[in-house]
């Protein structure tokens, strides 16, 4: 696979990346003759950096007849993503803490603390938690990055745009 940060970096793939992206949030695709009437350039070149973005498996290419329709496969740019994410959040605080509060709006001891361990769950047996319970904390551990990792992208935003 081709370095995503070359492909990226030409001016004209990105163009066509982002005629790819306002039909992807519409979960419809574009042709060859689209994106070239959109972008006002021709179809040989069109047609050039369309095949970069499918070397780099960024887009996808659906064939009916003579006609190409093109879809963004946006999965490959979370790597991007992940690279620049950090440069934009640095020095940015992302703590995240519970508090529980009763319906008047006081504190509230953590339900599951006992009154010698403090935060930490576990089982008689020693095992930390169980299987079941493991794999669900598992899958809320990672939707909770993905979401702090929106929340660090917010933020760099609307850094960059203050």
């Known amino acids: 696979m081709p370095d995503i940060f070359g492909v ?3 001016a004209t ?3 066509i990346l982002r005629v790819l ?15 070239v009437t959109q972008l006002e350039i021709s179809q040989p070149t069109v047609s050039k950096h369309l095949k970069v973005l499918r070397d780099a498996e960024l887009v996808t290419v659906r064939e009916e007849g ?3 329709f093109y879809s963004l496969d946006p999965e490959p740019l979370e790597m991007v993503e992940d690279f620049v994410i950090p440069f934009l959040t640095a020095g940015v605080e992302t703590e995240v803490t519970v508090e529980y509060l009763s319906d008047t709006g006081e504190r509230l001891p ?18 930390v938690l169980p299987e079941e319970a493991a794999a669900a904390a598992e899958r809320i551990g990672r939707a909770a990055a993905r979401a ?3 929340v ?4 760099a935003r609307f850094r960059l745009r203050g």
């Open 21 to 35: 992206l306002e039909r992807h949030t519409r979960e419809a695709e574009a042709s060859v003759s689209e994106i």
């Open 13 to 15: 793939r990105r163009d």
């Open 148 to 150: 702090e990792h929106r």
């Open 8 to 10: 990226i970096a030409d």
């Open 110 to 127: 953590d339900p599951d603390a006992g009154p010698d361990d403090v935060g930490r769950t576990a089982t008689d047996d020693g095992e």
């Open 66 to 68: 003579q006609h190409r």
């Open 152 to 155: 660090k992208e917010l933020v």
